[in-house]
């Protein structure tokens, strides 16, 4: 079974900027689009970003677009979230999950990843 860790997670100020990475514990990703997801306090789960298999497909939720940049470099067997000009309303934990086919409109449909990580920690603040 894939298994997701993520990693990168921390404290940083408002314009600051964090890379987060998802790697396969076991297996490869290679063949997976791989979503990344945000939980803040007291909030839903929210999608953040998305990307296909090849890496050659991408989508992102409209509040992240232009500050965030999602990528892959399947011979590290990682997926990596690049977030800069980091808000306040960033902070959450991020997780990770897989899906083996993609969608645009899927993108963000949590029921449609069957694999997820525990999640990192993303704290901006002043």
């Known amino acids: 079974q894939l298994q997701l860790v993520e990693s990168g997670g921390g404290s940083v100020q408002p314009g600051g900027s964090l890379r987060l990475s998802c790697a396969a514990s076991e297996f490869t990703l290679n063949y997976y689009t791989i979503g990344w997801f945000r939980q803040a306090p007291g909030k839903e789960r929210e999608g953040v970003s998305c990307i296909s298999s090849s890496g050659g497909s991408t989508n992102y939720r409209d509040s992240v677009k232009g500050r965030f940049t999602i990528s892959r470099d399947n011979a590290k067997n990682t997926v990596y979230l690049q977030m800069n000009s980091l808000k306040p309303e960033d902070t959450a934990v991020y997780y990770c999950?897989?899906?083996?086919?993609?969608?645009?409109?899927?993108?963000?449909?949590?029921?449609?990843?069957?694999?997820w990580g525990q999640g990192t920690q993303v704290t901006v603040s002043s």
């Open positions: 999950a897989a899906r083996q086919t993609y969608s645009y409109i899927h993108c963000f449909t949590e029921y449609e990843y069957a694999y």
